[in-house]
């Protein structure tokens, strides 16, 4: 009896995963480290709108810790799932199957937990829930492509042998990853509302352009800097000088050479003193809503 032929996007559809989880773990990555070090993301003008504001948004951070980082290990998981059964060769053939489809499941848990997550970042980008109004984010809309199109060929590029157990497990998998959203960005509402004002969406480019505001906790012209900014003011990119304050960088304050506090960093200039708003927005360019 003559054996039937694999279809071609069974065959393929493994390669094209790995390919996608290179490019998204590499986008990823490259955003992580930009964050870490301070530096201007290509492609992202600096203007205190889309990925500029997105990027710096408390949503692009849960319990603190940048998204990217996750996305980057969703994307090796994936990876690795995928790679799995083009790497381990079974003798048996059934065992070899039973690989191929323990992984796909797996792969399907993973894809459609991160489509379900990336498509609710979409929603808050489209909906103005960053920034008051529709953001446009090329590295988030890249990145949700990416998740889609893994999840897609997932599902398509695997023979099923229960799919309603399949619609089931992504319903749950659908309802958990939601929930948990929901909750997690619900404790994080205020900082996201004060975000959203004129000194929130300040705050955030100043931080995005690597600004920095140097100060010392016992003076008193740093703190009517900082209430300044209202609420907003936990959002400013602020720098402890003085050794008994909350995590200091006194050997950072001595190296630009501050003398007097509050003084401003910002596009390689310092400006000493208090400031308002509608100074520091002219200083660092910005050029977002200012009500």
């Not at 995928?82 to 992984?103: I, W």
């Not at 955030?204 to 920095?212: F, G, I, M, S, V």
């Amino acid at each position: 009896m003559r054996k039937r032929s694999e279809p071609w996007l069974h065959r393929w559809s493994r390669p094209a995963i790995i390919a996608l989880t290179i490019f998204g773990f590499s986008l990823t990555t490259y955003l992580t480290v930009t964050h870490f070090f301070g530096q201007k993301v290509a492609l992202c003008e600096v203007e205190g709108s889309g990925c500029d504001l997105v990027l710096s948004s408390e949503y692009a951070k849960i319990f603190g810790i940048p998204l990217t980082i996750f996305g980057a290990l969703s994307y090796l998981t994936l990876g690795v799932l995928a790679a799995l059964p083009l790497l381990l060769k079974r003798d048996e053939p059934k065992a070899q199957s039973q690989l191929k489809e323990t992984s796909a499941f797996l792969m399907f848990m993973v894809s459609s937990a991160t489509f379900v997550f990336s498509g609710y970042l979409m929603y808050l980008l489209a909906s103005g829930s960053i920034g008051g109004t529709p953001q446009i984010c090329l590295y988030c809309i890249s990145s949700a492509v990416t998740m889609t199109s893994i999840w897609l060929l997932t599902i398509f590029g695997n023979a099923w042998k229960d799919v309603g157990n399949l619609i089931f497990t992504g319903a749950l998998v659908a309802i958990v990853t939601l929930t948990g959203t929901l909750g997690v960005y619900a404790n994080q509402g205020k900082l996201t509302a004060q975000s959203n004002s004129f000194a929130g969406r300040l705050a955030q480019h100043l931080t995005a352009t690597n600004a920095k505001m140097y100060g010392a906790y016992w003076c008193s012209h740093c703190a009517e800097q900082k209430k300044i900014f209202g609420e907003a003011q936990k959002l400013i990119p602020y720098v402890e000088c003085d050794s008994k304050g909350v995590n200091p960088q006194t050997q950072l304050c001595q190296q630009k050479g501050i003398t007097g506090f509050p003084t401003w960093e910002i596009d390689g200039k310092m400006l000493s003193g208090r400031r308002s708003l509608e100074e520091l927005a002219e200083a660092s360019k910005f050029t977002g809503d200012r009500s």
